[in-house]
T-cell receptor
């Protein structure tokens, strides 16, 4: 079974500082990879995804993530944090096999990002 | 364009009552997925439905939980005889086809069992 580890349940940064949220997966075959953001009392919004092609993926709101197969990682970054980035961020994976359960997302436990003025 | 609509947003039930959670997918989407988020946990897959069919219910508890997606109307997640451990946020997502990667979720129903 796949698993997703998000290192750090809570990350705090200053406004304008670099944001780095870590995600590692355990799968012998690289899965599809996703980052979602959840604002308080709202649903999850897709930030970005990696399925194939370029390993550096750009998403919405200035976020990007890089798939590193050798490190089984898909860390999320943003050069300069904004107050509006304060939210919970979830990393998720799904099977690459089109004949299998590729619709099923496995989520990490989430990282709560706090942005200080 | 309306996204995935879930109602109610908040639901309070006493132990032993039934809870019915509704999910209206994006217009034209025929694939629906339900996930549950327990406190301080990530979302966990519960069930995948297409119109009138349950495709994968491997994440559903064996008892008290059921789901349907009728030909007409919203998808329903039904929890009978709720217990305190059912308190969670339940999210629904939809897609136009299987293998559509990165579907977006509705705002969820937060169930509180008292």
């Amino acid at each position: 079974a796949q698993s997703v580890t998000q290192l750090g349940s809570h990350v705090s940064v200053s406004e304008g500082a670099l944001v780095l949220l870590r995600c590692n997966y355990s799968s012998s075959v690289p899965p599809y990879l996703f980052w979602y953001v959840q604002y308080p009392n709202q649903g999850l919004q897709l930030l970005l995804k990696y399925t194939t092609g370029a390993t550096l993926v750009k998403g919405i709101n200035g976020f990007e993530a890089e798939f590193k197969k050798s490190e089984t990682s898909f860390h999320l970054t943003k050069p300069s944090a904004h107050m509006s980035d304060a939210a919970e961020y979830f990393c998720a994976v799904s099977d690459r096999d089109s004949g299998g359960s590729n619709y099923k997302l496995t989520f990490g436990k989430g990282t709560l990002l706090t942005v200080n003025p | 364009n309306a996204g995935v609509m879930q109602n109610p947003r908040h639901l309070v039930r006493r132990r032993g009552q039934e809870a019915r959670l509704r999910c209206s997918p994006v217009k034209g989407h025929s694939h629906v997925y339900w996930y549950r988020q327990l406190p301080e946990e990530g979302l966990k897959f519960m069930v995948y439905l297409q119109k009138e069919n349950i495709i994968d219910e491997s994440g559903m508890p064996k008892e008290r939980f059921s789901a349907e997606f009728p030909k007409e109307g919203p998808s329903i997640l039904r929890i009978q005889q709720v217990v305190r451990g059912d308190s969670a946020a339940y999210f629904c997502a939809s897609s136009p086809r299987q293998g559509y990667y990165g579907y977006t979720f509705g705002s969820g129903t937060r169930l509180t069992v008292v």
